[in-house]
Structures are given as structure tokens and as C-alpha cells.
């Protein structure tokens, strides 16, 4: 079955950085656009940055513009978010999200993310 496992989440100064990852098995990795999205305590999920079928397509959510990277790597069936700059209010639980046709068909778990001032 589809597997989608986060990691690399943790404990941070503001300033600081970390970099996600998300593994994918069960599928076609390079089928698939990815995105990762978070959700902080209390509030909506929301879009982070979306990496495309190619990696020259990425789209990053203004608040985390020019601080945050997508990328991919079909050989390891990974996509990660580098994360730079980071905010408190960056803290959150953040997921990966395989998309096909306009359809986020898989999720991950999420891994915590907690910037601390």
C-alpha cells in the first residue's frame, strides 16, 4: 500500500533551520506533483510549497517565500522542504501531500515543527 512518511521535524531557535523530509512508497513517485502543507494548533491547514511532475515548477505561500525550498529526488522517492529563517510562527505539523490530477490522493503522518523565540 501507499506509504508516506515525514521526518526531520524538531525543536528550533528563531533563526534557525531544518530541512523535511517526506518518503514515499507504494506508488510512482515521479507521477506525482508534491506538496507540503501545516497546520498549527487551533487553525486551518494551509499550503507551504508545491513541487512539480518537474522540478523547474515549484510555488511556495508568500509567508515562507525566499526562506523555504521544495525539491525532489526520484531516485530516492523523496521530497523535502529546506527550511531557512525560521519563525515562530512557523511552528506547526506539517504534511507532505501527493497530487495527481488536481487531487491530493495521498498524506502523510505530519512531523512537528516548533520554533522556539
Known amino acids: 500500500q501507499v506509504r508516506l512518511v515525514e521526518s526531520g521535524g524538531g525543536l528550533v531557535q528563531a533563526g534557525g533551520s531544518l530541512r523535511l523530509s517526506c518518503a514515499a512508497s507504494?506508488?510512482?513517485?515521479?507521477?506525482?506533483?508534491w506538496n507540503w502543507f501545516r497546520q498549527a494548533p487551533g487553525k486551518e491547514r494551509e499550503f507551504v510549497a508545491l513541487i512539480g511532475r518537474s522540478s523547474s515548477i515549484t510555488y511556495y505561500a508568500d509567508s515562507v517565500k525566499a526562506r523555504f525550498t521544495i525539491s525532489r529526488d526520484n531516485a530516492k522517492n523523496t521530497v523535502y522542504l529546506q527550511m531557512a529563517s525560521l519563525k515562530p510562527e512557523d511552528t506547526a505539523v506539517y504534511f507532505c501531500?501527493?497530487?495527481?490530477?488536481?487531487?491530493?490522493?495521498?498524506w502523510g503522518q505530519g512531523t512537528q515543527v516548533t520554533v522556539s523565540s
Open positions: 501531500a501527493a497530487e495527481v490530477r488536481a487531487t491530493y490522493a495521498y
Open positions: 507504494g506508488l510512482t513517485f515521479s507521477d506525482y506533483a
